[in-house]
């Protein structure tokens, strides 16, 4: 059986158009357990830092919200449940996961109420200003340019909009710190191995949670991309965090 580690390359051994490549190509072989996986292998934590997300969202202007890398749709359902009064639209250049993620909106009664669109985080196809809020879960450790997502972010939200970043980040306590090194590299591959069409991706994704900037790092990226008052929540130990940040 071929190698995980030779299936995808390190994201440090590889050049930006190959990275973009493998995760078309991950997220698309993925799709149909995405939901299951995300929800077991983060005890469901997910359901809960997405709710927790959807909760600091304001809307005073345009009344819509923009999530960017959807996926199946997750955090543009929760914002169109915990506000009758937003209409939503989620982005991602992946079909199979806008498939999927069509299913549940339709499933829950929600078509009228978010919109998907096959499209890219750093060429997003809508006009500036026509948000209140512009958020991307799980997705921006995947863009390689970061500074250019959410410059396009920033772009489409309106003066005092915000931009939410909910990411996935490796715990700075000690000893948590040696138990989350051996959990993405050597227990997740091995779940997922089990449970996945695809456990290779699961090496690749571990990394690119290792390779994702500091908290402090990250948050000055969404001050050079033109956000100001960055708020940053830690959550559950450090394995996840949430930024938000404003549009002048
Ligand atoms: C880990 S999933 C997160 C999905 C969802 N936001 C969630 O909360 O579960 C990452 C998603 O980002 C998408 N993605 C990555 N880079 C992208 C880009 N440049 N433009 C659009 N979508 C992108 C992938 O196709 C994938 O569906």
Sequence with gaps: MESSKNR????????????IRIVKEIFSTITGKYDFLNHFLSLRRDVAWRRFTVEQMRFFNTYRFLDVATG??????????QYPDIQVIGLDFVRQ????????IESKG???RIDLIKGDALHIPLPDKSFDA???AFGIRNIPDKIRALTELRRVVVPRGQVLVLEMTFPRIPC????????????????????????????YLGESIMNFPSVKGFAL????????????????????????????
Excluded: W
């Design 8 to 19: 995808y390359p390190s994201v440090k051994e590889i050049n930006d158009y190959d990275r």
């Design 72 to 81: 199946t749709s997750d955090l543009a359902i929760e914002a169109a449940l």
């Design 97 to 104: 996961m806008l498939d999927q993620g069509m299913k549940k």
């Design 110 to 112: 929600l078509s009228t």
């Design 134 to 136: 512009a958020g991307v």
């Design 176 to 203: 948590f710190r040696q138990f989350y090194d051996l959990y993405l590299n050597r227990i997740l591959p091995l779940l997922a191995r089990v449970f996945s069409p695809n456990p290779d991706a699961y090496y």
């Design 221 to 248: 990226m969404m001050k050079d991309a033109g956000l100001v008052d960055v708020e940053v929540y830690t959550l559950t130990l450090g394995i996840c965090h949430l930024f938000i940040g404003h549009k002048p």
